[in-house]
């Protein structure tokens, strides 16, 4: 499976951007896709996560209210709606793709990642 992701950039406090991700190969069974980032100096962690066919989502709760993960009407493409963006978001998002369907959602168990894009957030 590859993933290409897209969006990003520089954005102002309050501001908003939109990420997608698109997937290719061998997508077979309740897969996930979803959104993870990394600030410097910190972990990656969890954005927001989807089930393919159900459309079952997960947030970070520092995103909840914020985000929106959605499918797009492209196959596997989902995209990452980032509305009243704050400094503190200001990381590298990647794209992930999970087999299981993220019974685990969890960094360590992501079968396959993007290349990463850049979010910056000025204040």
């Known amino acids: 499976v590859q993933l290409q992701a897209s969006g990003g950039g520089l954005v102002q406090t309050g501001g908003s951007v939109r990420l997608s991700c698109q997937a290719s190969g061998r997508t077979i069974g309740n897969y996930g896709m979803g959104w993870f980032r990394q600030a410097p100096g910190k972990e990656r962690e969890l954005v927001a996560v989807?089930?393919?066919?159900?459309?079952?989502?997960s947030y970070a709760d520092s995103v909840k209210g914020r985000f929106t993960i959605s499918r797009g009407d492209a196959k596997n493409t989902v995209y990452l709606q980032m509305n009243s963006l704050k400094p503190e978001d200001t990381a590298v998002y990647y794209c992930?793709?999970?087999?299981?369907?993220?019974?685990?959602?969890?960094?360590?168990?992501?079968?396959?990642w993007g290349q990463g894009t850049l979010v910056t957030v000025s204040s």
């Open positions: 989807i089930r393919w066919h159900s459309g079952w989502t």
């Open positions: 992930a793709f999970d087999f299981a369907g993220w019974a685990r959602q969890e960094a360590r168990i992501v079968d396959h």
